[in-house]
């Protein structure tokens, strides 16, 4: 199976900062990349899609980028509704998904 | 506007099998991959298998002895069994909709508790 590995597993940051979260994929995965938000107590809510596309939706300063093992998501202005726990997602082996262990971002 | 919703015990006792229902609503269930995702108590997220509307299905390999999905497009919805379970498989269960690799739609999950 294609591993996810998310970086940084946790990080602290101040309303209005940027953030980018990384997620890189032992193998190619082309675009086959996605991006959720995690609330405690909810469901993962998809943000972006085929690596750089943004869900209806989820407002424009979420940002994803990258190709083949390498991806990103920035928030480029962090709202105090922000802070939750992100998850990368790999489709490239479908139907064998398998998702990165979690970013949690958490308030300075 | 496309709802999910998992139904099923909250309990299951060792060894038992648990046995989940998504129902949809506000969409055909005659379309998409439908699938189920778990998430163990404060840790990631799992695959666990989809099931597509004409009944074809795939599973985690690491699950695929002990899981059954199935779709009942008469009722719109489908159904997740996990056999012989033992307390590593406590977890919230989503059931959500797959949509060009991505999982667009989730229900809000559900509980399962492993434990005799």
């Known amino acids: 199976d294609i591993q996810m590995t998310q970086s940084p597993s946790s990080v602290s940051a101040s309303v209005g900062d940027r953030v980018t979260i990384t997620c890189r994929a032992s193998?190619?995965?082309?675009?086959?990349l996605a991006w959720y938000q995690q609330k405690p107590g909810k469901a993962p809510k998809l943000l972006i899609y085929a690596a750089s596309s943004l869900q209806s939706g989820v407002p424009s300063r979420f940002s994803g980028s990258g190709s083949g093992t390498d991806f990103t998501l920035t928030i480029s202005s962090l709202q105090p509704e922000d802070f939750a726990t992100y998850y990368c997602q790999q489709a490239n082996s479908f139907p064998r998904i398998t998702f990165g262990g979690g970013t949690k971002v958490e308030i300075k | 506007q496309v709802q999910l919703q998992e139904s099923g015990p909250g309990l299951v006792k060792p060894s038992e099998t648990l046995s989940l229902t998504c129902t949809v609503s506000?969409?055909?269930?005659?379309?998409?991959?439908w699938t189920w995702i778990r998430q163990p108590p404060g840790k990631g997220l799992e695959w666990i298998g989809y099931v597509y509307y004409s009944g074809s299905t795939n599973y985690n390999a690491s699950l695929k002895s002990r899981v059954t999905i199935s779709v009942d497009t008469s009722k719109n919805q489908f159904s997740l069994k996990l056999s012989s379970v033992t307390p590593a498989d406590t977890a919230v269960y989503y059931c959500?909709?797959?949509?060009?690799?991505?999982?667009?739609?989730w229900g809000q999950g559900t509980m399962v508790t492993v434990s005799s």
């Open positions: 959500a909709r797959e949509v060009g690799g991505a999982f667009d739609m």
């Open positions: 193998q190619d995965i082309n675009i086959w």
């Open positions: 506000g969409d055909s269930i005659s379309s998409y991959y």
